[in-house]
């Protein structure tokens, strides 16, 4: 029997039980297991007749699968299997042909992302979603399946050798910057993307972990925390003026070197080190001061200094 005719029957017959006065409700409920908003009989069981695969099967080496957890989903009463993928009577029913209520996960994924979201959402609003709800990666449709694998026992991205492949994967630039030649210790798994970042959101600029840039490095840096006797205002402002977190072809992730890095602010004119810049002039004999090389030479203090006579950055 084709789908719309047996949807007519149903329709028919509850039309009658209406109009004889008993509830339609009762009278269709065998025939309910046609909806795609059934649940299976059997639970994972039912699933698993045909889905017994080793990368689905997984998933009972994981959290998930406590079945001590009230709160997961094979906890004693859980939807099981179908607590994320959603109501699966019918596709159990049609041999898998059809999708019916099932959702599903990943880059081919057919559900929409927030319903693939929302399944998730049942349980972990109160960790996840404290920011997620107004996070970028929200914004942007990202779904939570982009980024967590939940039937293997190692979740790539929340491990930290493998989370910079599964961050890189939409974010080229930042892992790129990750081989030039200054860099912070990303690719030998001492650090990772989620130690600057919380990649649920945050209530800080491009979702750092703290509430500005400077918090968040002076966590680890705390020695260019301040404040200090004789400021550097770049540097109280944001470490960001000078420094690219992510990776940079100067040293000490500077965005540029010195001397230029400090006369994007700086004057050449007027003091004992111009003659060292480009426009020195032709012909005169090198400057001391070129052999003294860059500004940091004699300016030693960059971030600020503490000493009574460091208003020049110099001690
Ligand atoms: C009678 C066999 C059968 C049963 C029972 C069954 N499925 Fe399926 N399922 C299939 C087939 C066939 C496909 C289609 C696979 C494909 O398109 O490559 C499928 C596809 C899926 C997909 C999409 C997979 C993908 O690659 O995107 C999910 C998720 C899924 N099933 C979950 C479930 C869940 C949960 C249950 C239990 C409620 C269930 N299935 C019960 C046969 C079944
Ligand atoms: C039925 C409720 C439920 C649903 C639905 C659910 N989770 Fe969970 N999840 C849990 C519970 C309970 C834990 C274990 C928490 C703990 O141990 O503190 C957990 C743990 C996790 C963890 C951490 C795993 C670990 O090893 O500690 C991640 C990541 C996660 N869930 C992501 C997801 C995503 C993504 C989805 C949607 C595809 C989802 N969850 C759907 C209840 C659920
Ligand atoms: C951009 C990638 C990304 C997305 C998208 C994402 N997560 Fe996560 N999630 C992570 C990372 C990374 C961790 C590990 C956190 C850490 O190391 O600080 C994590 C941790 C978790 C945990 C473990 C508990 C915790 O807070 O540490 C849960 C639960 C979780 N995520 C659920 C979700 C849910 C639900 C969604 C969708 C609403 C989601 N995540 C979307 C990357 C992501
Ligand atoms: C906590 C949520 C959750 C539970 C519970 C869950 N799944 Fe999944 N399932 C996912 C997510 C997310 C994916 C996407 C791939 C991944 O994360 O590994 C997925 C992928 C799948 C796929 C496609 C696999 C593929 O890569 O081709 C099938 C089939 C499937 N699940 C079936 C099941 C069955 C059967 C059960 C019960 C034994 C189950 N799932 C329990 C979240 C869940
Ligand atoms: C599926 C693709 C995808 C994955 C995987 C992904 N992101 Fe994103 N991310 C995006 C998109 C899309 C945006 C929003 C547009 C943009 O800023 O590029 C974004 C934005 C961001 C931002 C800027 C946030 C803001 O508030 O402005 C940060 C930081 C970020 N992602 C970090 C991460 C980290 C860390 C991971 C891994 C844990 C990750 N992303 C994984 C797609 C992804
Ligand atoms: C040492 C701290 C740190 C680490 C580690 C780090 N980031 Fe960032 N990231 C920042 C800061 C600070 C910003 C904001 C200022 C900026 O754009 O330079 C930022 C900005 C971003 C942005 C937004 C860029 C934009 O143009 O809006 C994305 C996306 C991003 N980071 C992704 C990543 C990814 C992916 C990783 C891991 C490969 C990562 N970050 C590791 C500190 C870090
Ligand atoms: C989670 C801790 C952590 C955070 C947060 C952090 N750093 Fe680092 N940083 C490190 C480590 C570890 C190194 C490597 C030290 C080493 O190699 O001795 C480093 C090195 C550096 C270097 C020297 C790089 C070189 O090539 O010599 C600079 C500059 C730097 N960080 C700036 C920053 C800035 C700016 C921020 C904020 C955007 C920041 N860091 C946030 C841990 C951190
Ligand atoms: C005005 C530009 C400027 C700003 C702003 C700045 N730095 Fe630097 N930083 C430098 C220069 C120049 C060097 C290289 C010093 C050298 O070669 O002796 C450096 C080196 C570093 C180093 C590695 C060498 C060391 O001394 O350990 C770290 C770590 C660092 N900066 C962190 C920070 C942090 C954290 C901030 C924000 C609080 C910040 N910087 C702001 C100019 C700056
Ligand atoms: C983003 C702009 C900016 C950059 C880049 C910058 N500075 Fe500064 N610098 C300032 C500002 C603003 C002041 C405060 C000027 C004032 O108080 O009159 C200052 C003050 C100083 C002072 C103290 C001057 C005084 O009169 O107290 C010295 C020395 C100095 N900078 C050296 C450097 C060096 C060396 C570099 C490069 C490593 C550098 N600056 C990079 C903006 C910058
Ligand atoms: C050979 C040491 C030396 C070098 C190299 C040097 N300076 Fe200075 N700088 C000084 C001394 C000494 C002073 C103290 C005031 C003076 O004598 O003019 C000073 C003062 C300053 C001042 C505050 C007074 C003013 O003129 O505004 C700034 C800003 C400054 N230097 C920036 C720089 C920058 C930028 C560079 C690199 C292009 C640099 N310095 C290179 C020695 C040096």
Redesign the pocket.
Known sequence: MSRRVRATLIGLASLLLCLTGIPAVAATSTATALTASTYSTNGADTCLNCHADPDVLGIFRTAHARPDDPRGPFGHGGLQCEACHGPGGLHARRMGLQRGGIVDFGPKATASVERQNQMCLTCHQSDAATQWATSAHAASDVACADCHRLHQSDDPVRELATQVDVCGKCHVAERAALFKPSRHPLRDGTMDCTSCHSPHGSSGPASLVADTVNDTCTSCHAEFRGPVLWE???VTENCD??HSPHGTVQPALLKER?PF??Q???EAAGHPSAPQTPTGLPGRMPSPYLLVGG??NC?SQ?HGSNDPSG???MR
């Open positions: 550097h205002q770049p003026n000078c010195p890095l400090c994007q602010c700086h500004c940091v300016h960059v208003q020049y950055l």
